[in-house]
């Protein structure tokens, strides 16, 4: 078990060392930056989680992202980080020049990039707007990950897919939680969460309504083409 972990060791310094070789450039090291900043402490998406908190038709949603937050916390920062207790791939090479404050903690998993994917995966579930631009920032920000030299390969990708668990598992526990128990909640509590729901429902209404009119129209242009077959007759 040792030896693959330390071969494990070997290919993600294999890779960090060959970017922050060959990989770096101006602009470049520019774009990663203000892109790995956004994801610091999990900015960008409690900005996202709040408008979506705002906006009636997407409460629901804004839900699930504070749920995702916290559970990641808990699993991740709170769990696995000190448990694995894996340290920062820079404190290995000390006299290398970072392009950004050092982080603080334990490198096993990625925060920014577990966040990012939770988030990112319940945008594309619920199919929010634009939910595409959220997976693309997240991306963007695992990756800035390991050109900055603030993790591993490994830690991004094993955040990577504990993110899409994580926004998984919030969404579909509160969408039970919601089916099984809503009726029990409060009718302040309630009114809130399906403010949401509201236009959803009164689209299909009139979807429904307009296709029964429609239908009642056929009917009778059936009926008065009928008697005026039987008048003629």
Same mark, same amino acid.
């Given at each position: ?5 330390n071969? +494990?060791?070997?290919? /993600?310094?294999?890779?960090?060392? !060959?970017?922050? $070789? ?7 090291? %520019?774009f990663?930056?203000?892109?790995t900043t956004?994801g610091?402490?999990?900015?960008i ?9 705002w ?10 992202i504070?749920?995702?937050l ?7 920062n709170?769990?696995i980080?000190?448990?694995v207790?894996?340290i ?33 995966? +319940?945008?594309?579930? /619920?199919?929010?707007?634009?939910? !595409?631009w959220g $997976?693309g ?6 990756i %800035? ?17 504990l ?27 309630n009114?809130y ?5 509201a236009p ?27 008697d ?6």
């Amino acid at each position: 078990m040792e030896s693959v972990l330390n071969y +494990i060791q070997q290919v /993600d310094f294999a890779i960090l060392n !060959y970017i922050w $070789l060959h990989g770096h450039t101006n602009w470049l090291d %520019s774009f990663m930056i203000t892109i790995t900043t956004l994801g610091d402490s999990g900015v960008i998406w409690i900005a996202v989680g709040i408008y979506l908190l705002w906006r009636s038709e997407y409460r629901k949603t804004g839900i699930a992202i504070v749920v995702a937050l916290a559970l990641g916390f808990l699993i991740c920062n709170l769990g696995i980080k000190p448990l694995v207790g894996r340290i920062r791939p820079f404190e290995w090479q000390p006299t290398l020049q970072l392009l950004i404050t050092a982080p603080q903690g334990y490198s096993f998993p990625s925060g920014h990039t577990w966040s990012s994917f939770a988030i990112a995966t +319940i945008l594309m579930l /619920d199919k929010i707007p634009r939910r !595409y631009w959220g $997976l693309g920032l997240a991306a963007f920000i695992g990756i %800035s990950r390991i050109y900055l030299y603030a993790h591993f390969p490994t830690d991004v990708l094993v955040g990577m897919i504990l993110g899409i668990l994580i926004g998984c598992i919030s969404l579909n526990v509160l969408n039970y939680l919601l089916t099984v128990y809503g009726d029990k909640l409060p009718n302040c509590i309630n009114d809130y969460v399906n403010g949401g729901m509201a236009p959803a429902i009164l689209h299909q209404k009139f979807n429904n309504d307009e296709e029964e009119i429609e239908n009642m129209a056929k009917s009778e242009i059936v009926s008065a083409s009928l008697d005026n077959y039987y008048t003629e007759k």
